[in-house]
Every structure is written in C-alpha cells, then in structure tokens.
C-alpha cells in the first residue's frame, strides 16, 4: 500500500522517556542499511525554571566507527533545522518553550549518530524528555 511507511522505516528509541536533570550522550544509532535518518525529541513541562543558565542543549553527534565522537557541525549534513559550531540544534533555555516536539534530519556521511543531552546549571526537578530515530528508506527490505 503506498500509504504504508511501517515497512520502509525503523524506529530506535535513543533516550527512554524519563526526567533528565544531567548530562547523558544517548544511544547509538547505527544507519547501516538505510538511507535516511531523523531524530524526534519530546519534552514535557519544565521542572525547573529554564533559563541561560539553567538549560538543555541537543547536540547532533557523528561517528565512522561508533568509538571517536564528534559533533555535526554543517547544515550542509542535516535537514528540518540547522546546527551551530557546537553541533547544537535545539536548546531549551526558557519556560514556556516546552512541551514541544522537535526533529532533525541527519544526511552526513557517518554511519554512527546519536543526540547528546547537555544539561547546563542545576536541575532539581529536571525535565521530562525522550528522544527517537527514524531510520528510513531501506537498501534492502528485510532491514526496516
């Protein structure tokens, strides 16, 4: 059916939905096999009051061999949005900004990605967020 994408996609859950209040870099997300890949960020209502100083970032991470990590640091490599020098794409800094759904497209040459969490400033509370890929369009069926 031309409407069915089930069959053409996978799904990788990166970050289980939990509240985060620290650091953490995510889970690999190995794209051997496809030719596409996008990540989904949810975040629920802040704990915390966001600011400058208390925040989190999203920082789009490459790998060619799942050990040496750096960050994406050319939109020339991502859709839907954009990354800076650090490889930020999304950052949370300001109430309000949240509960919202955010993605980026990764279409950079490295077969390893995943999305660091990087909490600035005390989070007591912490904040409600999940992350998941999307790999897409498959080199071989049996693969989605």
């Known amino acids: 059916m031309a409407r069915d994408i089930s069959n053409r996609t996978k799904a990788v859950t990166c970050q289980d939905a939990k509240v985060f209040t620290a650091d953490t870099d995510g889970t690999t997300v ?8 996008m990540f989904v960020v949810n975040s629920g209502i802040e704990g915390d009051t966001l600011s400058g100083s208390v925040k989190f970032d999203f920082i789009l991470q490459e790998s060619s061999d799942d050990s040496s990590w750096s960050a994406v640091t050319s939109s020339t490599s991502v859709t839907e949005t954009s990354v800076d020098s ?13 509960p919202q759904t955010s993605q980026i497209g990764y279409i950079g040459g490295s077969r390893y990605v995943r999305v660091k969490i990087d909490a600035t400033g005390t989070h007591s509370n912490g904040t409600p967020i999940s992350v998941q890929a999307i790999l897409g369009n498959p080199q071989d069926s049996t693969d989605a």
């Open 86 to 98: 650090s490889g930020i794409f999304l950052t949370l800094d300001a109430n309000g900004e949240t």
């Open 30 to 37: 190995d794209t051997q096999g496809f030719e596409s890949c």
